[in-house]
Structures are given as C-alpha cells and as structure tokens.
C-alpha cells in the first residue's frame, strides 16, 4: 500500500505544460527495497523479512474544460528474501476510473470508480492516494492476517449550483470487501447543501444513508453468519476561513441504526478538521465519528479517528509528509469475523527527493500498533525506492 501509494500519488503531479486540453498518458515504474517485521501481521512469533518490489504502472486520459476522463493501472511483483513461497508476480494490483462533465456552468456530473486486489488485506484498511475520492477518515486501518483479498467499488455523483452562493450535491457509493470466506457490502447514499453565508462562512446541511451487507462462506459460515444493517444520520456543518492561512469545518448531528443486534441504536455522525497554510507547506488536524467496513472482518463497524497530516517542503526538490492516526472500530451487528474493539495507531512518514525531472528517490517508514482485547500486532515497514513517472501529451 505504501509503495503503491506514493509511486501514484507522482502521477498527480504532472508537467505544468501538460494541463491544457488534451490527451495524455504517463507510464511510471517504482523499485524499492523493503524491511518487514512482521510479514504475518502476528501477535506472538513475528517474522521479518527484506523484500524487493517493482510496480510498473499506467496513467492515460483525456482532459478539457467540460469533460475529463483519466484511468490508471498498476501492479506489483515481490521477492521475499526469507519466505520464498511468498514470491508473486502480482502480490498486488490496482485501478482506477475517474470522470468530470460540466455540461452546463451550473450542472457538474461525476463518476469514481477503483479496483484493487492484494495478498494482503491490511493494505486494503489503509489510505491509498491511489484512491483520493476515498478520505483518510473512510479508512480503518485495521490489520489482519494475509489472505487474497478484492476491493472494488464505484461512486456515480451530481452537483448544482442553485445560484452564486448556494451548490447541492448527491453521490451513491456502492463499495465490497472480499477474501477469507467473507463479503461485505456497504451502500452510501449523501445529499448535501452548502450555502455561501459570508466571504469567509459557509453553512452545510447533509443527510445520509447507508446498507451493509455481509455474507460469509466456508470456515467463517458458522462463525460470522450473514447480517444486515441500515443506518440514517442528518448533520448540520460549518465552514470558517479565519485568515488567508487558517480554516476550519465541523459537522455533527444524530444517527439512528436499525439492524440485528442493533436495532433502534442512536449515536453521533461528525466529522470536524482544522487546516494551517504555512510558507513551506500545509497542516491539517481532524477528528471523525462514522460508520465503515473493513477488509477481513466484515459487518459493520463504528469508527472514531483522530489524524493529521504534515506536508513540508522545507528546500527545492524535497518534500517530507507525516502522517499520525489513531483509530477506534468497534463491531456492530452480526457479520463480524472477529467481534469487539480494535485500537490502531499509525505513523506514516516520507520523504521524497526530485532527482531529475522524471526521477525521484524516496524513504518511507510505516508504523501501526494494533490492540484487540489483550492481543498486540505491532507493524513496522521501512522502504527506499526509486520512482520514474513521464507524463506525455499524445494529441
């Protein structure tokens, strides 16, 4: 995920020359070297391992003023130094699709779409710049035990703009968990308003709907039989510009959740961040209450995260990001593989260094501390790697 992760993120920083209409491609190849110590993401006989990667990947599309459509496709070859049985040609893949229409100055259509499959799942649970319509507090972060695992999901939208100041927008996500003998399928239905209410204010109103689903075969059938859930929340938000250099949104409101095992259950939906733009970089520190679903355990699961993001770029050529997270997921329902609180900590952080104008070299390091009950499954990955991207127009 990590590698995946910042090898597609350079795809997003294309050749200013290249952003008029047009379209493009933009092939890209990462190498890197990596040291694991945990490969099994185990609490007790951890095993580490160094492990050689290489990601080839793809970037074509076509970009305009009313339209863009862009797609990208990569995978993932690994040699494990220790556990040769691990070795894959495709340990990992994935894509995207990602379309804009303007057919009109007030009417704005959109469409999502992402596809990835791992030998391992706990990539899966974690931010993928791969996928950047899909927030930090979307994801769970939680880790679990290796076993090839599919995600795939896709995210129709629509926005209006009523006048100058007041934008209605819709969006239907459809999103599924697969590996291990479960299934989990999770509906998201958001409308939301905002409206302008000063230069610096603006007031939001959204209402949401969401359906998990989960089935489960083989061992997982007696354990975690399928369930159904159905939750319905309504906040009300707020979005201050305090200077040219600090903002800040909140919003919150009730959320009731109908379901076995939860039946009539009401909680809190919010979502509030904080964000400082400084001459070398950005800050940004947030705070999210939600309802997700997660790779290898299924069901439902109410999430509490706080996380923050740092991006510097303190000289030319290099920019250095850290990212801490703590995360709280507590099952919900029936469905779940394995039931109770897991508690995550994460800390991503990376520094990449521009080589040549193709060319970047970066150093990434990977903690995750994950607590369930009295089990602890601690995670650290270190990877230095090289990436070349070369965006192209073609017409």
């Known amino acids: 995920m990590i590698v995946a992760g910042c090898a597609i993120g350079l795809l997003e920083q294309p050749n200013s020359a290249l952003a008029q209409a047009g379209y493009y491609v933009t092939p890209s190849l990462s190498i890197s070297e990596a040291y694991d110590d945990n ?42 130094a220790e556990h040769p049985l691990l070795d894959s040609p495709l340990e990992s893949q994935s894509g995207s699709l990602g379309l804009v229409y303007r057919p009109t ?3 704005t259509l959109g469409f999502d779409g992402a596809y990835s499959r791992t030998s391992i799942p706990s990539e899966l649970n974690q931010p993928n710049a791969a996928f950047p319509f899909i927030p930090v ?10 076993v090839n695992s599919t995600f795939y999901s896709f995210m129709p939208s629509i926005g209006y703009s009523f006048d100058a100041l007041t934008r209605g927008k819709g969006t239907y996500s459809y999103g599924v968990f697969e590996g291990g003998g479960l299934t989990t399928t999770t509906q998201d239905v958001t409308l939301g308003l905002d409206h302008d209410v000063t230069p610096r204010d603006t007031g939001t109103l959204k209402s949401y709907y969401r359906h998990f689903g989960t089935t489960a075969s083989g061992p ?33 409101g009730p959320r009731l959740t109908e379901g ?3 039946s009539g259950t009401v909680d ?3 979502n509030a961040t904080i964000t400082w733009h400084f001459a070398t970089g950005t800050a940004t520190l947030g705070y ?12 439902a699961l109410s999430s509490d995260s706080v996380f923050a993001t740092l991006l510097v770029e303190p000289i030319r050529s290099l920019r250095l990001s850290l990212s801490p997270r703590w995360v709280q997921n507590t099952t919900e329902g029936g469905g779940a593989s394995t ?6 900590y994460t800390v991503d952080a990376t520094a990449t260094y521009q080589l040549t104008r193709w060319l970047s070299a970066r150093l990434n390091y990977f903690y995750a501390s994950e607590q369930i009950g009295k089990l602890n499954i601690p995670h650290n990955l270190v990877t230095i790697g090289l990436d070349f991207v070369y965006p192209e127009r073609v017409y």
């Not at 007790?44 to 862009?70: C, H, V, W």
């Not at 979307?138 to 290796?146: D, E, M």
């Not at 354990?223 to 919150?252: C, I, M, N, Q």
């Not at 039931?339 to 995550?344: A, H, L, R, W």
């Open 268 to 270: 809190v939906e919010t």
């Open 39 to 80: 490969v099994f993401f185990t609490s007790s006989n951890r095993q580490d391992d160094f492990i050689s990667r290489f990601m080839p990947g793809l970037k074509a599309g076509y970009q305009s003023e009313p339209f863009t459509l862009t797609g990208n496709y990569s995978f993932r070859s690994a040699i494990y």
């Open 260 to 262: 076995a095992g939860a």
């Open 105 to 107: 100055e007030v009417l």
């Open 220 to 252: 997982f059938a007696s354990s975690a039989p399928a369930s159904s859930l159905d939750s319905y929340a309504v906040t009300a938000g707020w979005k201050h510009r305090f200077t040219e250099r600090w903002d800040a949104s909140v919003e919150a």
């Open 137 to 146: 507090q979307a994801t769970t972060g939680i880790l679990t035990t290796r």
């Open 288 to 299: 999210a209450r939600t309802q997700l679903s997660a790779a290898g355990v299924g069901g």
């Open 339 to 344: 039931t109770g609180t897991f508690t995550i």
